[in-house]
């Protein structure tokens, strides 16, 4: 399991590193603005469910 999770971070640091066009920039934008709103709404539903 953590050799499959090194993997995928050595992957992703990769393609970090790698050149990037105006295109594929937006969409790595739009992606890392919409898993922020799904950790926010999950972290605000166990917040809520544990207020509640």
């Not at 990769?14 to 066009?21: G, S, V």
């Not at 992606?31 to 917040?47: C, D, E, K, N, S």
Request: net charge positive; proline share 2%.
């Amino acid at each position: 399991m953590l050799r499959v999770f090194r993997g995928y971070i050595k992957t992703l640091r990769q393609y970090a590193a790698a050149p990037k066009t105006q295109y594929e920039y937006k969409h790595y934008g739009i992606f890392l603005v919409m898993t922020a709103l799904i950790v926010f709404f999950i972290w605000g539903g166990m917040y809520l469910c544990y207020e509640m």
